[in-house]
């Protein structure tokens, strides 16, 4: 039996664009594939980034933020970085067959009222869909 191909997207702090990319390949790849991700300084995972995924019909409620650390011993296919800061901090991954950057602007501290931080946020819940489904596309796992 083949083994899973295993994805670890990485943000600064594991709160909105890592965990709304896990979301989103979970999703779309199925079980056909281990997803993970982690933040180089984790916080929590923002409520904004849960609301706008559950209006895609994605939960990632029990979704908990991680130190990108805790990874550094397993093998992975590939690691993709959602932010310059994490590509910078991000810790040597020896092991990773593919490194990947995507980044993604931060709607964390967009707008100032719920509906503009809510716009920012589905703005980059729908940029992290368009890049995963692209990339799924390309057939990355052959």
Excluded: Y
């Amino acid at each position: 039996m083949m083994e899973r191909p295993r994805v670890l997207f990485v943000c600064t702090g594991n709160a909105v664009r890592s965990q709304m990319a896990e979301g989103w390949l979970k999703s779309l790849a199925g079980n056909s594939v281990e997803v993970l991700s982690g933040g180089t300084q984790p916080w929590q995972v923002h409520p904004f980034a849960i609301k706008v995924m559950a209006e895609a019909g994605i939960d990632i409620s029990g979704q908990r933020a991680k130190h990108v650390s805790i990874f550094a011993d397993k093998p992975l296919d590939f690691v993709i970085t959602l932010c310059d800061g994490a590509r910078d901090e991000c810790p040597l991954f020896s092991g990773a067959k593919r490194l990947l950057h995507w980044p993604v602007h931060d709607p964390s501290f967009d707008g100032t009222v719920a509906d503009e931080r809510l716009a920012a946020f589905r703005t980059a819940r729908d940029e992290i869909r368009n890049r995963i489904n692209g990339w799924l596309a390309e057939d990355p796992f052959e």
